[in-house]
């Protein structure tokens, strides 16, 4: 749900912006290439849908047992290395060099921060407000088989709002965690995915750090709750799948690495730094995702119709 996700975001935004106040962490805006960005990003969502899943869905489906998306995040991996310091690093120092502008939104229109902050606030409020006064839909609910914290864990739907704003808590302590690490960042997905594939190649130590761990965790997890819920099983895709799985696992490393990171990192994690990159590149995515989607399920399925209805006549 994108109100949702807008919650988590505005969560994270003055979280992280109370912490840089406050000294506690250091960021710097940076500059970016919107050409970069926008490619990147939009060839990223056409992966998402031939993969099945965004960067960090395929990580927690691969934990799930989906053969599938093991597939796609090989190849998601594998190409993000070959990105960042693979064979085709000048294709993206190239690409990432072309109109390169102040990433910071407040800087760029000369507005502070905290205005922009408080702006997405109210609008998230009153999304709020009016998700609040709809009328419930009743969900139907399977027989609970856990008891306690591991029904919690396991079994019971999470109120998306309330996902989200524990999803924006966790954005928050990441930074914190990950610069005591020395790494100045939040949580992100794709440089971390390409470490360990730089790591596993030359055995270089300097590659493996916090956000290594991160999705290394993230992991482990996804396999916990898969397994605490009874969802976990080797599930073999047909070969149409498989080469889709491959196909938009390829696209998702190109184009997550072309422009500085995914749903995650760029979705998540630079929106609410109010940088020109993460607004860029979550439109981008979502158009990509889009055009993906009309080609790949929505065309097909009016081709179908269309040929079930002459022959009906």
């Not at 992280?16 to 969502?45: C, N, P």
């Not at 902050?117 to 609008?123: S, Y």
């Amino acid at each position: 749900m994108f109100y949702a996700l807008l919650l988590a975001i505005a969560i994270q935004a003055v979280g992280v912006y109370a912490l840089i106040a406050f000294d506690v962490i250091q960021y710097e805006a940076g500059t970016y290439s919107w050409v970069a960005v926008a490619l990147g990003s939009f060839i990223f969502g056409i992966g998402i849908i031939l993969a099945g899943g965004c960067a960090t869905g395929t990580w927690y489906r691969a934990a799930e047992g989906l053969i599938g998306s093991w597939i796609a995040l090989i190849f998601y991996m594998l190409t993000s290395a070959i990105m960042k310091t693979g064979v085709l690093l000048p294709v993206n120092t190239q690409l990432s060099s072309i109109q390169v502008m102040d990433n910071s939104i407040s800087r760029s229109i000369g507005v502070d921060v905290w205005i922009l902050i408080a702006i997405l606030v109210i609008i998230v409020a009153i999304i709020l407000w009016n998700e609040s006064k709809k009328p419930k839909i009743a969900i139907p609910k399977m027989k609970a088989k856990k008891t306690g914290i591991a029904h919690i864990l396991f079994e019971k739907r999470w109120p998306p709002f309330v996902t989200a704003s524990l999803v924006g808590i966790i954005a928050i302590v990441a930074w914190v965690l990950s610069e005591a690490t020395g790494r100045m960042s939040g949580l992100g997905i794709t440089t971390p995915s390409a470490n360990i594939i730089q790591y596993l190649v030359m055995g270089d130590a300097q590659y493996l750090n916090w956000g290594v761990f991160l999705v290394l965790g993230l992991f482990i997890g996804s396999f916990v709750a898969a397994k605490g819920s009874g969802e976990f099983r080797l599930r073999v895709p047909d070969a149409k799948t498989m080469v889709s799985s491959l196909l938009g696992g390829i696209l998702m490393g190109f184009g997550a690495s072309l422009a500085g990171g995914c749903t995650i990192g760029n979705g998540l994690v630079q929106t609410a730094m109010f940088s020109w990159q993460g607004w860029i590149s979550l439109a981008f995515t979502i158009f990509g995702v889009w055009t993906a989607t009309y080609f790949v399920f929505v065309r097909p399925n009016k081709k179908k119709s269309t040929v079930s209805t002459s022959v009906e006549a």
